[in-house]
């Protein structure tokens, strides 16, 4: 099973960026479903689904881009114009699909945004 760990949360005013990594122990070409989530209560914030495209929660479109580089099996999430509510544990995941009982979590990143 592929190992994610990711880098790059911390403590950052409103208004702020951060960019988000997620490294694979492996090879993530093949992985058909990719995400980012935010825990307590856990939300998919953005993903790359099995059809190819990315998707993102209402709350960050605009501000967030997910991105990957298969090469380097490095996802990323770039996040943008931060609001205090975007604060939390940031959880990157990957597996054939959703909820794939054979998929991989990361341990989680904080991300705090103060006002």
């Known amino acids: 099973q592929v190992q994610l760990v990711e880098s790059g949360g911390g403590l950052v005013h409103s208004g702020g960026s951060l960019r988000l990594s997620c490294a694979a122990s492996?090879?993530?070409?093949?992985?058909?479903?990719m995400a980012w989530y935010r825990q307590a209560p856990r939300e998919v914030v953005a993903a790359f689904t099995a059809a190819g495209t990315t998707v993102y929660a209402d709350s960050v479109k605009g501000r967030f881009t997910i991105s990957r580089d298969n090469a380097q099996n490095t996802m990323y999430l770039q996040m943008e114009s931060l609001k205090t509510e975007d604060t939390g544990v940031y959880s990157c995941?990957?597996?054939?699909?959703?909820?794939?009982?054979?998929?991989?979590w990361g341990q989680g990143t904080q991300v705090t945004v103060s006002s």
């Open positions: 492996g090879s993530i070409s093949s992985f058909g479903f």
């Open positions: 995941y990957a597996g054939r699909f959703p909820n794939d009982p054979l998929g991989s």
